[in-house]
């Protein structure tokens, strides 16, 4: 990170938890991974796993070393992967990162729309749903900042349309945020 990144910068971080965890968020570069894997070593400190689409994870293999799955959406494997990841978080001991957009999208957009799914990965376990929502600046210098924020939506949201409003709504205010910044 610090050959990439001028800094990596945790906003509102909530700490560790003794429950499982669910982490949520933009997925716009090849670090997004990257920067949940350096949060996890520093604060969560659990096994870390991360839901890749297929086609992506075919092309970089070495990444099933570092706790990468795949899901391919429209087929019926989706459904395994789905029940891969709730078992993943009945156990305490384990993070799970997804972008439930299902894709790499620019880092200016404004709403999110997340594929189905969540419900099903949420059922049955109490895992703590955490978003991040990621913010790269230059301003003047030539190696980009990161600035990462945090939010833990309300627990009883557990559903795909609730979880979608709620994360637009945080990276609504993330954006607001973000330009107040200048360090």
Known sequence: MKKNFRFLRFVDE??????????????????????????????LKKKYYVMMLEEQLKDRLFLNKTGAFSINPGSRDIIESLSYSSQLLADPNNMLLMYPTGEIQSSYISSF???????????????????????????????????????????????????????????????????ENRS
């Open 14 to 43: 909530p700490g560790p938890t003794e429950k499982s965890v669910l982490i949520i968020g933009n997925h716009f570069s090849w670090f997004d991974g990257f920067f949940m894997y350096y949060y996890n070593d520093e604060v």
């Open 113 to 179: 729309r997340f594929m189905k799914g969540l419900d099903r990965i949420l059922e049955g376990n109490d895992a703590e749903v955490r978003f991040y929502a990621c913010m790269i600046d230059y301003f003047s210098e030539r190696k980009p900042a990161a600035w990462i924020y945090f939010y833990i939506p309300d627990d009883s949201i557990r559903d795909t349309n609730g979880l979608e409003k709620a994360y637009n709504e945080f990276y609504s205010n993330c954006i607001s945020k973000q330009n």
